[in-house]
């Protein structure tokens, strides 16, 4: 008598061993690429934080603003952020510079929360300048640096992210990006003009 056509249950149950693995390596591989691309996706928001970040903090390194000077007839002088920074974040001190109105609110290191729900930025450290509206939020840090011999230079730090996720970011502020002509204005701390008078009439950036 012939046997029936068809499969026996051993070649079902092999044929089913295959296919299970098949289906469990393509279930494998599609949750590596999804965890790629969310971690990719994460990277990108907390670079585009990292960056607004940077930005926001040395707008304050490069503002200034007029100040009244000591005396009955003192001239109104230009007060540097720059300045300030150098002073408390780590800079021999420079003596007898102004010091700007809203220094209270600056800090040589702090954080900034992520936009609220509604989307708005949060609330601004120093008035008038508004911190950007990130996703995640950052920290950050500014100390002087001696990176290089004789200049005045500031090093911020930026930090956002979490876990493997969290990035940082680092730039540097010299006093010749803060002041056009270091021999005619405010001179301190860049190189050899440290003694020089203040000129209260030339100053760049922007005001508050």
């Known amino acids: 008598m012939r046997r029936a056509q068809g499969l026996t ?10 296919l ?13 690429n999804m965890e790629q691309t969310r971690r990719a996706r994460a990277e990108t928001s907390v670079k585009a934080d990292l960056v607004a970040g ?5 707008s ?8 009244s000077g000591s005396g009955a007839a003192a001239t109104p002088q230009n007060a540097y952020f720059f300045t300030w920074f150098w002073n408390n974040c780590g800079g021999a ?20 929360p992520p936009a609220r729900a509604d989307g708005a930025p949060p609330a601004a450290l120093v008035a008038g300048v ?18 290089v011999a004789d200049e005045g230079v500031l090093r911020v730090v930026v930090s956002s992210g979490e876990g493997r996720e969290r990035l940082s970011l680092t730039d540097t502020v010299a006093c010749y990006d803060v002041y056009p002509s270091p021999t005619r204005d405010l001179p301190a701390p860049c190189p050899a003009a440290r003694t020089l008078p203040v000129n209260p009439t030339n100053g760049p950036g922007s005001r508050l």
Not at 9 to 18: D, G, N, Y
Not at 60 to 67: D, G, K, P, S
Not at 131 to 139: K, Q
């Open 9 to 18: 249950l051993v070649e079902m149950l092999v044929a089913l061993s295959v």
């Open 20 to 32: 299970s693995l098949a289906l469990v390596a393509l279930a494998q591989s599609q949750l590596v």
């Open 54 to 58: 940077i930005e926001y903090v040395e």
């Open 60 to 67: 304050l390194l490069l503002r200034y603003e007029r100040v």
């Open 93 to 112: 001190a420079v003596a007898g510079a102004p010091t700007p109105s809203v220094s209270t609110a600056l800090r040589c290191q702090g954080s900034v």
């Open 130 to 147: 508004t911190p950007p509206a990130t996703r995640g939020g950052f920290t950050f840090t500014v100390s002087a640096s001696t990176a």
